[in-house]
């Protein structure tokens, strides 16, 4: 079978945990320090903190924008982990309809729910296609001249190591960003996190809030004398998470340049295929394709052929809005409707070879 996913895993990671167990030492300490450092270069913003989990590093974001309460403006086509971690920080939950040419955020329908409760914007660069961020920053500005107060931009980045809008990587267009070193994405820690923050307040209160409240940074008082303002939670990573990390960043940018190679010979070969559409990126920005979404018709049949010819297909993040447990925030969303039971999610990752691209193609040429 051709997985939709593999673990990217460097032969140099099981020494860097042995020498990070040998140490003594496997908490947060110089190994976190290390891997913050160099992601600070990769990701190209200086102001960050790791954290033991994408999700953590959500809930984390949610607490610095929206202290007060309100409603954050949120897509239903993600991982859960994004809108539960809303819930988990006590906010109401808007849905905002699917763009079905991007399958990211209508921006129009994004533009027409921020009101005066909007205290923030949940933005998911799903599947490793950027959103247009200038867009939703001048959606934000208007909320503002409208309503007197700006909604704190989020990104949910989970998916999209790698991937760039206006030249730069996601994480440096002035919001807060959160990234995912789960399992299998682009660079895996085991799992773990990163939160990229846009300005030198937000920097440091994610960093005290990220254990407890602490200040856990050389020459802070000890603990037992510290008086802690703003209370947090235990968000941080550890140094064994973080040597795995370190290992495996190595080789992200090959890796992200597969991802595209593979994308773009599937753009090319599958174009023209009768009953199938391919997903169109926003223009300025350059995707990392986690997975290679498209939009089939007789989906279930699709699949199946898929799976008869060994190749793992399928739909990996159901909306969220069916789920009992979002219930509460049901909101009509036609053009999700119109789309949902037609996304299959295709393998496009760096373990695919020549044939298997091949075999990918032909299989979904020969129809099903």
């Known amino acids: 079978m051709i997985p939709m996913f593999k673990v990217a895993m460097s ?70 982990a ?33 009101s005066a409760d909007t205290a923030a914007i949940m933005l998911v660069h799903w599947a490793g296609y950027p959103i247009d961020l200038a867009r939703v920053t001048a959606i934000a500005e208007e909320c503002e001249r409208r ?17 760039t809008y206006a030249g730069l990587p996601l994480g440096n267009h002035g919001n807060l960003a959160v990234y995912s070193f789960q399992a299998v994405k682009h660079i895996t820690c085991g799992d773990g996190g990163l939160v990229v923050f846009p300005d030198d307040d937000s ?37 064994i998470s973080a040597a795995i990390g370190l290992a495996n960043l190595e080789g992200a940018e090959e890796r992200v340049r597969r991802h595209r190679a593979n994308a773009a010979y599937f753009d090319r070969e599958l174009k023209d295929v009768q009953g199938l559409e391919l997903t169109t990126p926003v223009p300025g920005s350059e995707p990392s394709y986690w997975v290679y979404p498209v939009k089939v018709k007789r989906r279930d049949d699709f699949v199946a052929r898929l799976g008869a010819a060994g190749i793992a297909a399928g739909h990996v993040d159901p909306r969220n809005d069916r789920h009992a447990a979002s219930a509460a925030f049901a909101e009509t969303l036609p053009k999700l409707d119109a789309v949902h039971d037609q996304i299959v999610c295709l393998p496009v990752g760096w373990w695919l070879s020549e044939q298997d691209r091949e075999h990918i193609v032909n299989t979904i040429k020969a129809g099903w």
């Open 203 to 239: 920097l440091r209160r994610g960093r005290l809030m990220r254990w407890f409240g602490l200040d856990r940074d050389p020459g802070a008082a000890p603990r037992p004398e510290q008086n802690i303002a703003e209370w947090g939670l235990k968000f941080h990573m550890n140094d």
């Open 82 to 114: 994004t809108n539960w971690a809303i819930m988990a920080a006590g906010l109401r939950i808007r849905w905002v309809d699917v763009d079905p040419c991007t399958l990211n955020a209508d921006l129009d329908d994004l533009a027409s729910k921020v």
């Open 147 to 163: 309503h007197g107060r700006r909604p704190v931009i989020i990104e949910d980045c989970a998916q999209a190591w790698g991937a």
């Open 11 to 80: 032969e140099r990671a099981p020494a860097a945990v042995a020498d990070v167990l040998a140490s003594g030492h496997i908490g947060q300490g110089a190994k976190v320090d290390e891997f913050e450092d160099a992601l600070r270069s990769r990701v190209g913003n200086p102001r960050l903190a790791t954290v033991n989990s994408g999700t953590a590093g959500l809930q984390l974001a949610l607490r610095l924008a929206a202290a007060e309460g309100g409603e954050v403006l949120s897509t239903p086509l993600t991982f859960v």
